[in-house]
């Protein structure tokens, strides 16, 4: 039974939850959709507008910036009724069509409703967005409209629009008119920085007004298209971005789609509706990968995240290590190029650390937020090490493990001295920047670490999935030592891995819980709370085949399993609050976790299980995108997933979920040295008869694969592949 939470004067209960998303800036739901590209994104209405709402989150964005926050279409002073907005399956282009409300002619004569067919196509392209509006007259007369548009820009920062409040800014510098065919207009930051919208349009506009409205007259003859187009160009201090036409935009964004599509094999399955779901998920990760000097990198979610994260990149890596190991070497490469090198407290950073996140924008500049090079996560480090290792077993590229070789030893010199606070053997954290982030795990929310009388933690921190983390990493690095030859170093981890192995399952296991604890406390007292955290565990290997058993028949109680996944927190906790960031909550990302965990200790039914839940639950979502998260309430019958109001969707992480549940169920793995392909007691949902894997990467050679579900759910694989050196190998 709930008791009232006790709370003593704890510095991390009394303090402000700095960065959290404020409620007033929920954006997804029916009425928004959401299109980006590397830097840039928008969040439009459904008939392509963008409204000033007060506390509204729509706009086009750029580098963290608000750069329009108004878009108003018009004909004859009026808003066109809305007949349908989509976004198309490739992710690139929101597609309106619009329709005239019913108008009179000076000579009185009555235009009928729906006679006037507006169609909008809208994209971003890294610094730009397009619009091309057709407009065609189905009347058997010519007609003259009025078409006006109102851009507008208030350049807010992505901080201050999702809540946070600032004492001060710069100054918005209004709207000019260089010419009939151009306007812009800017702001001067208190950064001293100069951020600028320009738009460039096909054909000039009539007149023009003073808050960015200007109008155009289009004499429409039947049946014929009349088209506007403009681009907007966001631009910082004076920088030029490219000037193009809509096509040639297009042209340029479908290209640089195509080039990351490449990193992915064709997936289809008996299921349709499974088959989109992955499609979708395809595109949405493609539309996050980002290019940078040392390759792709997926930003983490749009709108609060459109940025590299360590841990999201490391993620969403493993996630499609299997199926696109490309990703998780690009990943590693970028993050190796950024790897902190100093001790520097303002930003949490230690030599040999994995950056958390990265920002641009006014707030960054001024210091307001820290983020511009922020390092304060306890678990990218270990994850890193993990990335690299898992990515060597699925690839054998031992010239990119050479490469970032010295960042490996760097990050195992960090989980060792800067780690591990105080040398009991676990890695712990304490936030040391003054504006950090109080908690560094996954779970980063103020209030996500706290005991089961409902009072925080205090630091230093020992998350259990961060012991984990660790001990996966020293075996990889045990084993890649091993290959290069530094026989002592090999040893060392191992051993290290063992004794840590046996330590975290003396103190971290809990007999009357039945599950791992969350955390040690800086007392080194338990916080004997049932979490998702202990499940993902299961993914590093480092849980007893006994204790392993008994989590999982913990983690499908109805308490922690709410039909749609596993809570982040169980419903019994005080803290519990299915509406939560983090207490309650269910995460697609970290249900995939789990369930390759129980697909590699061998339950392969329950990940199964958490498969099919996913599954279902992209049914209820719009364009079948698993959103960042949703609220953990039991499920009802006839009834989706409870959204939760300011999840991130498209987010990294969460679309690529798909491919690590299919992984957890089919238990494949690629042997480069032996040349195998083994499958170890796959199995497919109910859902499922077949899944059809097409130019799956095996060492430079495209391979086809064919997973089906024969009589008493047996499974089996065919392939076309006819390399004799090669072996197929099924463990029933």
Not at 314 to 331: C, G, H, K, M, Q
Not at 571 to 585: A, I, T, V
């Amino acid at each position: 039974m709930k008791t009232k939470i006790q709370s003593e004067a704890n510095e991390s209960e009394i303090e402000m939850a700095e960065w959290f998303i404020s409620e007033s800036a929920a954006y997804v739901d029916d009425r928004t959709h959401v299109l980006n590209h590397y830097d840039t994104f928008g969040i439009l209405g459904r008939s392509g507008d963008i409204r000033s709402f007060k506390n509204d989150v729509q706009g086009i964005y750029n580098k963290d910036t608000r750069y329009v926050s108004r878009l108003e279409l018009k004909v004859n002073g009026e808003r066109p009724r809305l007949l349908s907005s989509t976004i198309k399956e490739e992710n690139e282009v929101l597609s309106i069509d619009l329709a005239s409300h019913l108008t009179e002619e000076e000579n009185g004569v009555m235009i009928q409703r729906e006679m006037i067919h507006i169609h909008r196509s809208q994209f971003v392209l890294n610094g730009l967005f397009h619009e091309k509006i057709d407009f065609v007259n189905h009347n058997i007369a010519e007609y003259q409209i009025e078409v006006s548009l109102e851009i507008d820009g208030d350049f807010k920062d992505i901080f201050e629009v999702r809540g946070m409040p600032r004492d001060n800014r710069g100054t918005v510098l209004g709207h000019k008119y260089p010419d009939d065919r151009h306007l812009e207009f800017s702001y001067v930051g208190l950064d001293d920085v100069v951020r600028k919208s320009a738009i460039e349009i096909n054909r000039s506009y009539d007149s023009c007004e003073a808050k960015g409205k200007i109008c155009f007259g289009l004499l429409l003859k039947p049946n014929v298209v009349e088209s506007l187009e403009y681009s907007i160009s966001f631009q910082e201090d004076g920088d030029t971005v490219q000037s193009m036409g809509f096509q040639d935009a297009w042209g340029l964004l479908a290209s640089h789609l195509e080039k990351s599509n490449r990193y992915f094999p064709d997936i289809e399955t008996s299921n349709e509706q499974f088959t989109h779901w992955i499609n979708r998920s395809k595109v949405d990760l493609v539309s996050l990968m980002v290019d940078t000097p040392t390759g792709k990198y997926p930003y983490a979610g749009v709108p609060w995240y459109n940025t590299a994260f360590g841990r999201d990149g490391i993620i969403t890596a493993l996630e499609t290590l299997w199926l696109a190991p490309d990703l998780s070497r690009d990943v590693l490469l970028f993050l190796a190029a950024h790897q902190a090198v100093e001790l520097d407290e303002s930003k949490d950073a230690e030599p040999g650390k994995i950056m958390h996140e990265t920002r641009g924008g006014e707030m960054v500049a001024l210091n307001e937020v820290p983020f511009k090079w922020y390092y304060g996560t306890i678990d990218a480090t270990p994850l890193f090490i993990v990335l690299a290792g898992e990515y060597y077993a699925r690839t054998e590229d031992i010239k990119t493990i050479k490469k970032i070789w010295p960042n490996i030893l760097k990050a195992l010199d960090w989980i060792n001295v800067y780690g591990d606070l105080d040398g009991d053997g676990f890695v712990e954290y304490r936030h040391k920047a003054f504006n950090g982030l109080t908690n560094q795990g996954w779970k980063d929310s103020f209030d996500s670490i706290f005991h089961a009388n409902g009072k925080l933690a205090d630091p230093p921190i020992a998350l259990c999935e961060v012991q984990a983390y660790v001990y996966c990493a020293k075996l990889h690095v045990s084993r890649l030592a091993g290959v290069l030859g530094e026989k002592q170093l090999a040893e060392t981890c191992r051993q290290e891995a063992k004794v840590l192995k046996d330590n975290f399952n003396e103190k971290f296991w809990d007999k009357e819980l039945e599950c791992y604890v969350l955390a040690l406390d800086g007392e080194k007292q338990p916080c004997r709370v049932k979490s998702s955290n202990a499940g993902q565990i299961l993914f590093c290997g480092i849980a007893d085949p006994g204790k392993a058993k008994k989590l999982v028949n913990t983690l499908l109680k109805p308490d922690m399993f709410c039909g749609w996944g596993i809570r982040t927190i169980s419903s019994d906790e005080l803290r519990y609050n299915p509406m939560s960031y983090h207490n309650g909550s269910v995460w697609p990302h970290d249900v995939a976790l789990i369930a390759d965990g129980m697909g590699k200790y061998g339950f392969q039914k329950e990940a199964a299980m958490l498969l099919n839940c996913l599954f279902e639950a992209s049914l209820f979502s719009p364009l079948q995108r698993l959103p960042e998260l949703f609220c953990g309430m039991d499920r009802r019958k006839g009834e989706g997933p409870t959204s939760y109001p300011v999840a991130c969707s498209p987010q990294a992480w969460s679309v690529a979920t798909v491919f690590l549940l299919l992984k957890s169920v089919l238990q494949i793995k690629i042997n480069i040295q032996k040349k195998e392909v083994l499958f170890r007691k796959p199995m497919l949902p109910d859902t499922l008869k077949y899944v059809t894997i097409r130019n799956l990467n095996l060492d430079g050679q495209l391979v086809d694969l064919e997973i089906s579900r024969h009589k008493n759910n047996m499974v089996g694989v065919n392939w076309n592949y006819s390399d004799s050196e090669w072996d197929l190998t099924i463990v029933k």
